[in-house]
């Protein structure tokens, strides 16, 4: 094989090896969710850049556990649930409506940041008080 086609045959391995992504580096990110130090049941918990890039769509938090993907660095992170109170809202046809019981300061205000660090695992553990 002459020089040219054998350069050439190490760069396209090279390349196969090295990827041509430009998506952004994922990592994995778990941990657990209370409130009052007990589990959210069910309820949902979304990373966002510094910038407002929300990453991928929010994660589930079930029996108070959530595992997720996101970019390195430093996020806000929005934490929410919601359940059907006795005698709470009601829709239009009279059923009622579930409504959010955690504090506005751990999402639609979420005081709540976290550090993701790349090759690394990550574990971030949430204990969020009541009003």
């Known amino acids: 094989m002459n020089n040219m086609l054998r350069c050439g045959w190490y ?3 090279l390349a196969s ?3 041509c992504s430009h998506e952004p580096r994922l990592h ?11 589990p959210i049941p069910d309820g949902d918990i979304l990373f966002i850049t510094p910038d407002g890039t929300r ?3 929010p994660a589930k938090v079930v029996g108070g556990k959530y595992e ?3 970019t390195a660095g430093k996020k806000r992170v929005e934490i929410s649930a919601s359940k059907i109170r006795p005698g709470g809202a009601r829709g239009a046809g009279g059923e009622p409506v579930a409504e959010e019981y955690v504090p506005a300061r751990y999402n639609t205000q979420s005081e709540l940041t976290a550090e993701v660090q790349a090759q ?3 574990r971030i ?6 009003k």
Do not use: W
């Not at 994995?28 to 007990?38: D, I, K, P, R």
């Not at 553990?125 to 009541?130: H, I, R």
């Open 55 to 57: 990453g991928p769509d």
């Open 120 to 122: 690394q695992k990550n």
């Open 17 to 19: 090896l090295v990827g």
């Open 125 to 130: 553990d949430f204990e969020l008080k009541g």
């Open 68 to 70: 997720l993907k996101t």
């Open 28 to 38: 994995a990110v778990s941990g657990s969710v209370t409130l009052e130090g007990q």
């Open 11 to 13: 760069l396209m391995v």
